[in-house]
């Protein structure tokens, strides 16, 4: 019974998602969604701007929804696929071993992914391209904006320790209401360890009931995931109605440099791949199709976690117990393509405003 509510076990509810071509519904939503924002917003001026704000608000309502959704499902289903991620390892010795080696390719995949995502934004230097100064005078209207751009900045030497004492969950009520992620991964790494530890008949409830939890929030994600191109086309019409096509067009290097980067992290994970797990590229890419274009369509990680696990264990000849610790991991701490994005974010704004971070802010980033 526990194998029928296994988290790969759940993989069926995603599958449809991929074979109704999801992914190229969700093209086709943003490209929709531009044209039908620009088409209402302040470049052709055929509707005036205050019906427009009024008709965008409507819009973006599935997309705000849907983010919602997502957020009341995501932190119960993370906690769950990460404590059983955990306990599913083989004991304190092997948890020790396999979470170190763990731990070492997360650090590094993510230092790697923020060093490309830093060269390539120094390379194309995609903040050139926006009309700073159009930014910075629609920021000047805004009260709280400028000073909140100017206060930004590094921690200094004596904030650090501070910042990583506020890492850890303080109690638990207040750790899962916050929605600090990170706070609940470790709470969660925490319980996981404190299970292994435990006796297999005094842990079975618990596992049973994480088991359940999973798989009423798997049947949730399934529901809205299939709103996720009427998401999209309302929140990119939204936006596009009120920035208007030069601005869209402005930020248009930065989407390319994004886009480089994850390009060339794709290609380092697959010549690891090739190198370290001698696996060949074009099969190895034919099994993972599925997870690709599913977390493509869901721009959420957690959300494909069966369908990963499935494809690590089946397709792939990934050890059970390895695929069922690193995947619910690796969805929630080991983010290298967001810690691209970010890298590349904070490079793009500090062009924007001319702001020089220096070698120091680069190594804190």
Known sequence: MATNRSLPGLTYRLVPLVRTRLWLQVLIAMALGVAFGIAIGPTTGWVDTDISLVIGAWVALPGKLFLLAIQFVVVPLIVASVIRGIAAGEGPTGLSELGLKTTLFFVASTVIAVALG????????????????????????????????????????????????GLFPRDPLTTFTSGNML?????????????????????????????????????????????????????????????????????????????????????????????????????????????????????????????????????????????????????????????????VATLFLAQIFAVDIGLSGMILI
Not at 121 to 141: N, Y
Not at 306 to 319: C, F, H, I, M, N
């Open 118 to 165: 830093l060269a390539v934004a120094l390379l194309i230097q995609p903040g050139s391209f926006v009309d700073s100064a159009a930014v910075i005078a629609a920021l000047a209207g805004d009260a709280t904006a400028m000073p909140a751009v100017a206060a930004a900045g590094p921690p200094t030497v004596g904030e650090i320790p501070e910042l990583i004492a």
């Open 183 to 343: 706070q609940i991964v470790i709470a969660a790494i925490i319980l996981g360890i404190a299970m292994v530890m435990t006796a297999g008949e005094q842990r079975r409830p618990l596992l049973d009931l994480l088991a359940s939890i999973q798989a009423v929030c798997m049947v949730i994600v399934s529901f809205v995931l299939r709103l996720a191109p009427f998401a999209v086309f309302g929140l990119l019409a939204q936006i596009s109605a009120r920035v208007g096509i030069s601005a869209l067009l402005g930020t248009g290097m930065y989407v390319v440099t994004v886009v480089a980067g994850l390009a060339l992290l794709l290609l380092g994970y697959l010549i690891a791949a090739r190198v370290l797990g001698g696996r060949r590229i074009g099969p190895f890419l034919g099994a993972a199709r599925e997870v690709m274009l599913l977390a493509f369509s869901t721009s959420s990680s957690a959300a494909v976690m069966p369908v990963t696990l499935t494809t690590a264990e089946q397709k792939l000849g990934v050890r059970s117990h390895v695929a069922r610790f690193v995947i619910p991991l690796g969805t929630t701490i080991n983010m290298a393509g967001t810690a691209l994005y970010q890298a």
